[in-house]
């Protein structure tokens, strides 16, 4: 079922029929809601080798297809370099309406119907054909980003990600001015492999750990507190640990639990700052080639919604060695004093 509707939307694309186009599109989304992942594996490179083909203003609906499958649960590789490309080049078509737009003039939303009227006065600066290019990717800017931003919930794909660099510094360019890109600048900042200490100054218990796939700090508390909340005599930390709900919340259960989850520590810098449960782990200052991290006891009660930002990113906070008191010290040694 999923091979033939997809078979029906290479013709529609070989015949350049419009009509036929937007009818397949919808008929491969209602396909692909049976399949097991081996069908949707062998339909998303057929997606992709499409999109890889055709030109960024005339994709449509497609990119957001792709998107759609990988989560329902297709393996997302063969679409990131299409996605990547296409989210690039719409994105600096909409740095170049920002910097072009006629100064005292209100740039128009962008999810308002003032197509024709964007053309219209971009056309006081470009060609008429620059023109629509650019309103064109003002408008659907969102058609590449929600892809981009389901496949980027895959570790391999952030690992391995092309043009990263450009990616990047082109969304945090443009992301004050678009608050629709919010979301995928999260994604973005995501770490993987990334070393971390912890310190825990009451036990004098410190802790070497890996960190992938952590979106927020909240989430990351909740992680950090299950992971090393546990026996004494294992050389973790006494206490509570969060409870089965509130670790689901944070990793691949219902991130809305009704009570909310509850923080176990105060989460602090090697500077002595407090590091925000609204930040993220890639805000949290390196030292020595590691992000270092005090748990302190909470100074009053907190809990959060949601358990984690992005529902399709399994988190990873790996303990890899649990630190001799020696090395504990030298750590504490150099903190930073208290502060907020």
């Not at 600096?92 to 053309?119: A, K, M, N």
């Not at 650019?134 to 092309?162: E, H, M, N, T």
């Not at 670790?247 to 259960?253: S, W």
Request: proline share 9%; aromatic share 6%.
């Amino acid at each position: 079922m999923l091979d033939q509707a997809v078979e029906g939307l290479e013709r529609s694309v070989r015949h350049q029929d419009q009509d036929a186009y937007e009818h397949a599109l919808t008929s491969v989304w209602e396909a692909a809601q049976r399949p097991g992942r081996a069908e949707l594996d062998a339909a998303l490179p057929r997606i992709a080798d499409l999109l890889g083909a055709m030109p960024v203003d005339v994709a449509g609906q497609l990119p957001i297809l792709g998107g759609a499958l990988v989560e329902l649960g297709a393996t997302p590789g063969p679409l990131v370099p299409m996605i990547v490309t296409g989210l690039v080049d719409t994105l600096r078509r909409v740095g170049t309406l920002i910097e072009t737009w006629p100064q005292g003039t209100e740039r128009p939303h962008f999810d308002d119907d003032s197509y024709d009227e964007t053309v219209r006065v971009l056309m006081g600066v470009h060609s008429e054909k620059e023109a629509h290019a650019i309103a064109f990717a003002w408008y659907s800017l969102g058609a590449w980003c929600a892809p981009a931003i389901a496949v980027l919930q895959d570790k391999d794909a952030r690992v391995s990600l092309p043009n990263r660099d450009v990616l990047t510094e082109l969304v945090g360019r443009i992301g004050p001015l678009r608050v629709d890109l919010g979301s995928l600048f999260d994604v973005l900042e995501v770490l993987d492999n990334e070393p971390f200490v912890v310190l825990h100054r009451a036990s004098g218990q410190g802790y070497e750990l890996t960190v992938s796939g952590v979106s927020g700090n909240q989430q990351l508390e909740t992680l950090l507190a299950a992971t090393l909340i546990g026996p004494e005599t294992d050389g973790l930390i006494a206490g509570t640990p969060p409870d089965a709900v509130s670790v689901a919340a944070a990793t691949d259960g219902d991130p809305m639990p009704a009570d909310g989850v509850k923080g176990r520590f105060n989460l602090v810098d090697h500077a002595g700052s407090w590091i925000w449960g609204e930040g993220r782990p890639a805000d949290i200052p390196v030292l020595d080639g590691r992000r270092v991290v005090l748990l302190d006891p909470l100074p009053y009660p907190r809990s959060w919604r949601p358990g984690r930002l992005f529902g399709q990113m399994p988190p990873s906070v790996q303990l890899d060695r649990i630190l001799p008191s020696v090395e504990v010290a030298g750590w504490l040694a150099r903190l930073g004093p208290p502060g907020r």
